[in-house]
């Protein structure tokens, strides 16, 4: 195996030889023997151990384990303690996707901290096998299906190619010891139980299955690539991209041969994989819209119009009349006092949408800038009475998101300016301004 390993790594993982990398090391058979073979090919690396404090004497003794093999293989390692059971409470979710949630988010970390490349995790072919399968039971499509990929920009798994035999064979020939986790005996899990219980009556059915998988795998990959490339032609002629995300043209969406066949591959990675869910948005009426905790997807007439979500704007910024410039979320306003014997002349000769023309001395200091709240009226310059800043916005076709970021000019409780869009018939620029006050509205 130490021949074979190291010829993968030569052909699959050239980057081995020129950075350095983490070894995600639990002290178990798999991680061990990723150490020792990365050691006899001189790649440069450091060791990183979480306890997660689950198995009481036995977790200690693992960090105790890898501890000492650090000191013996002169290798500097890290290691972490976490309260994962309390953070999975927390969170609602299982004890094992918190540990991996846990997990992950500190190798991350060292990977910053460190100014290390990438985190190497022993996973091998027997975890692909166990990982097809209980995608294969999810009903997943070809992605689920391709396996676990070998590197992702952080990630490397080296061993993927080589069986658990394989890795246990070399363990022992080589008079390695490692921790055994008393836990992967216990059914209790679905992994678990498919590891002890499944699999080994399948490879006693089917003997070439090891030595074949990695084959079907490629060959599922292959396939997989042919996807993508028909997904990215699908994306192209039926969007058009707009300052807060992507429409997708319903019209030019329905004339694609089987466009319901892209739907999935289109919308999973933000989220949106129930495709019955996403068909009955593209029918709906205007305004309906799905949502997650990052993206949300809107039919806005003929289009669905997928955006990230952004933060709410709760911040206040005050504009006083010794101010001249002020950042406000991703905009900067400029602010600027003009003299001058023709003042309105001058504001017509200068119209600008992003710019909000006043007479400075009658002012209510200070101004308020801020996210629109409902109720809020306005009196539009060239409007016979007032208007919702609601309705004005829903005039204006803006989204639902678009909305969520739309800021406000107040005067007092006046709203004299939706910036880019409306301003109010309050203090307006006349013959007898004497000051005029430019607020500009820059992104």
Not at 181 to 195: H, I, M
Not at 208 to 237: C, M, P, Q, W
Not at 254 to 278: D, L, M, R, T
Not at 371 to 379: E, L, V
Request: proline share 4%; glycine share 4%.
């Amino acid at each position: 195996m130490q021949q074979a390993f190291a010829q993968h790594i030569q052909q699959q993982f050239p980057q081995l030889f020129k950075k350095r990398f983490l070894i995600a090391i639990s002290g178990g058979l798999d991680s061990v023997v990723l150490t020792h073979l990365l050691l006899k090919n001189n790649v440069d690396f450091e060791l990183a151990h979480c306890n997660f404090n689950l198995r009481g004497a036995e977790s200690d003794g693992d960090e105790e384990f890898v501890e000492q093999l650090a000191k013996e293989l002169e290798l500097k390692a890290h290691k972490k303690h976490f309260q994962t059971k309390k953070f999975a409470a927390e969170k609602g979710i299982s004890t094992q996707m918190a540990a991996r949630e846990l997990r992950y988010d500190w190798f991350f970390q060292l990977l910053q901290e460190q100014g290390v490349k990438a985190i190497l995790t022993a996973h091998h072919l027997d975890d692909q096998i166990e990982t097809f399968m209980m995608n294969l039971n999810r009903g997943t499509g070809i992605t689920g299906l391709s396996g676990i990929p070998e590197h992702t920009d952080q990630l490397l798994r080296p061993l993927l190619p080589f069986s658990r035999a394989q890795i246990l064979a070399y363990a022992r020939a080589n008079g390695l010891t490692w921790r055994e986790d008393s836990s992967n005996e216990s059914n209790d899990y679905q992994r678990n139980a498919l590891r002890n219980k499944v699999l080994p009556s399948l490879h006693e059915e089917l003997p070439l299955l090891r030595a074949n998988f990695s084959k079907t795998l490629g060959y599922l990959k292959d396939v997989e690539s042919i996807v993508d490339d028909a997904v990215v032609r699908f994306r192209e002629s039926v969007t058009t991209t707009n300052p807060t995300g992507i429409d997708y043209h319903l019209e030019e969406v329905k004339a694609y041969p089987n466009y319901k066949k892209y739907i999935f591959y289109v919308f999973h990675e933000y989220g949106f994989s129930n495709v019955p869910e996403v068909l009955r948005l593209m029918e709906s009426e205007t305004g309906k819209y799905l949502a997650n905790a990052e993206y949300i997807l809107l039919k806005d007439r003929d289009v669905l119009r997928l955006e990230k979500i952004q933060e709410p704007i709760t911040k206040k910024w005050y504009l006083l009349p010794e101010t001249t410039q002020v950042q406000v979320a991703a905009a900067m306003v400029v602010l600027e006092t003009i003299a001058t014997e023709n003042p309105i002349d001058f504001v017509k000769s200068h119209i600008d949408k992003n710019v909000l023309w006043l007479d400075k001395e009658r002012l209510e200091y200070p101004l308020t800038l801020q996210a629109w709240q409902a109720g809020d009226r306005m009196k539009p310059f060239g409007f016979n009475g007032s208007q919702l800043v609601s309705d004005i916005l829903t005039n204006k076709k803006l989204s639902r998101t678009e909305k969520d970021r739309i800021m406000v000019l107040y005067s007092a409780e006046k709203v004299l300016w939706i910036p880019g869009i409306r301003s109010s018939k309050h203090f307006p620029v006349t013959q007898q301004t004497k000051e005029i006050l430019k607020i500009k509205w820059i992104l």
